[in-house]
């Protein structure tokens, strides 16, 4: 009797279970909130045990239906609101509230960039960069460049060279040095251009007709020497170049070092230096004597850059002592006779090898500071003054000394060219208005040249001034 009385409750617990479970008549609601405004989200809850997906909005929520007994998890996604992974569970829950967390959105960064109308150029402009600039630098300018078809080279020497283009060279050729016009002693073969070619990370060479912008001088053309620019210096860095020449037994090394704070990223700095030292150079089967170089560079850079104005300001120190090989003096048409018949030169102008540099040859030294600002109008357009004052010394040791003892004795230079150069400019590149596009400039030279020592090339004041515009008109193609 009793084991029939225990079977008959197991049997009633066991149904009244499984009526239980198999009990799929529940249901529940639910409403989705921003959990922060507690405002009412519309949003898609999906249940993926169930295979099945609802909508909540903003006035009912949602519901679901026959819901049988048991646990069930769900994900509620919504764009902007992080999404959430949870578990609903039956009959327990009758009420779903499901509360959003606001997602943040990390975009990548972009930059608008406005590009100037690009203009139609009356402009052949080759410019050396990279390898090519890389080959440049440790030499002279005019080695630098006579890998530019049509620049060839007039060289009085190991160390002196000029460039020459379309034939013509010295004052027929415009140099400008980051934007400032290169004035030195330019009278002779032997007057090479004072340039550090370290100092640019672009060598250019402009022929055409808007050459004639920069005046008469830039007949045969313009050569840009143009470091780097301020405004793209960002962080702390620097490098160091190193060139070895086995002719001459030499070598040129240069090192930069730049720096803009992270706080006040507008200032911007750069300092520069270049040596180069050069011993006497051979051909094949002797050395020719007095033929080295010593050279000592230094430039130095400061701005305050913005993106619609700035101020910078810029120094650069250019000091070399150059040797003249004996041998390259022609005196009359003997010695000239007799350069051309022998097959070496004579005996006096060979020697050892040797870094000393005797009589003659050169002292140069050419200083250059230069100031420039400039201001962006949105509606006018872009604004740029400039102010330059250099100052070029040229000392020139002829072979023989002074036959005055007590003259001799002083070492001075046989001749001595002093130059000092003030350039300003203004100019003003305007937006384009009815298709033309272009830019206007005034300018303005003061310049005083005076010599020590024996009659050459007379003093002389030169006072300059100018106008310029230039414009371009582009209609559909």
Known sequence: MKLKLYLIVSYLLIYSFTSAQNNCSYNFKGLVFDSITNTQLEAIIIFPEKNKTVFSNTSIGFSIDSVCVGSYEYYVELLGYKTIKA?????????LDIYLAPATIDLKTFTKVEHKREEIEALNKIVLKDIELTKAQGTTLGEGLKSISGVNILSTGSNIVKPVIHGMHSNRILILNNGVRQEGQNWGSEHAPEI????????????????????????????????????DINKLGGEINMVGFSNGIGAASSGIIEYSPKKINAIKARVQGTMRKMGNVHTPNYILSNTGVIEKNYSAAFGYVKENYGVELFRSSFNTEVALFKGSHIGNLTDLDYAFTQAKPRKEFIDSFTYKIDRPKQLIVHELNKANAYYFSPRLGKFTFVYAYQTNKRSEFDAHRQRNNYEAAKNKPELQFNLTTQTADFIWEHHVIRGFSGSVGFTGLWQNNYYEGRNLIPNF?????????????????
């Open 461 to 477: 004041l030169m006072q300059s001034y100018g106008a310029f515009a230039i414009e371009h008109f582009t209609k559909n193609k």
């Open 196 to 231: 550090d070619t370290y100092l640019a990370t672009s060598l250019s060479v402009i022929k055409g007709a808007n050459a004639v912008r920069y005046g008469s001088d830039a007949i045969a053309g313009v050569i840009l020497v143009e470091p780097k620019k301020l405004n």
């Open 87 to 95: 578990t609903v569970y039956i009959p327990q829950t009758k009420k």
